[in-house]
């Protein structure tokens, strides 16, 4: 398990973000984690009338019916399967157990394959091509919110094509936006830059993203933290 810890420790790459938007990096001692720090003034209410918005490779690959219970498990975890459960998921669950937010899954239309490196290629072309992906389901309504979290993954150093795709088709106008995510060792790059560009109007708070493979049990500490700090 030591080995194990200090070979993920030696993948992580902490980047900052730049200060045109307002934020500044602040780097939680001795763990992964990476929160950025928003100058907005503006308060997040735990109890605020809420809305989870997230987007996880797992839930885009399709019908998982006839798989095996071990692919799906590494799909969520980019292809390393070191903890039981994606941490996309596990943040999400975290937020709406303690705020009973209302929850959205961005999925695209078109499936990507269960298996991320066969994936990987399309991935990069949708996102070099600004595509504008279709999505599933109804968009939610936003009108009713005041807090959005705001989740995703970095996918070749920014926002996968669906999530982009669907910061175009919403209106976070007015709305406190809290974003988290999880990375594979490039922290949040330039991820809040483009959630600002795509959503000028929205009120964007301290940020919070980790490696996907750190384990479950530490990714809940150390967003129960954020959180708590965020709510304060």
């Keep these: 398990m030591e080995g194990l810890g200090k070979k ?5 790459i902490t980047l900052g973000v730049a200060g045109a938007i307002g934020f500044y990096v602040y780097n939680m001692p001795n763990t992964e984690a990476q929160v950025v720090r928003s100058n907005v ?13 997230y987007f996880t490779y797992s839930e885009n690959i399709g019908d998982t019916s006839g798989m095996d219970v071990d692919a799906i ?5 980019h292809g390393e ?21 209302d929850v959205f899954s961005i999925v695209a239309r078109e499936a990507y394959k269960p298996n991320f490196d066969d994936m990987t290629n399309k991935a990069r072309a949708d996102i070099e091509e600004n595509r ?7 968009l939610p309504d ?18 996968p094509a669906p999530v982009s795709s ?31 560009e795509l959503q ?10 980790i490696d996907a493979r750190t384990p479950n049990e530490e990714t809940i500490r150390q967003f129960d933290e954020f959180l708590t700090g965020l709510w304060q």
């Design 8 to 12: 993920i420790a030696a993948a992580l």
């Design 41 to 53: 003034q503006a308060a997040v209410k735990q109890q605020s009338k809420s809305l989870i918005i």
């Design 73 to 77: 498990t590494s799909a969520s975890l």
């Design 81 to 101: 399967k070191l903890v039981a459960e994606g941490n996309m998921q596990v943040m999400v669950k975290e937020i709406q157990k303690k705020t009973g937010a």
């Design 132 to 138: 504008q992906m279709e999505l599933r389901g109804t």
């Design 142 to 159: 936003l009108s009713q919110y005041d807090v959005i979290y705001f989740g995703s993954p970095i996918w070749w150093y920014t926002l």
């Design 166 to 196: 669907y910061l175009r088709l919403a209106e976070f106008s007015g709305k406190t936006v809290v974003p988290f995510g999880i990375h594979r060792g490039s922290g949040f790059n330039n991820n809040l830059e483009t959630i600002q």
């Design 200 to 209: 000028p109007g929205a009120k964007l708070m301290d940020g919070f993203t």
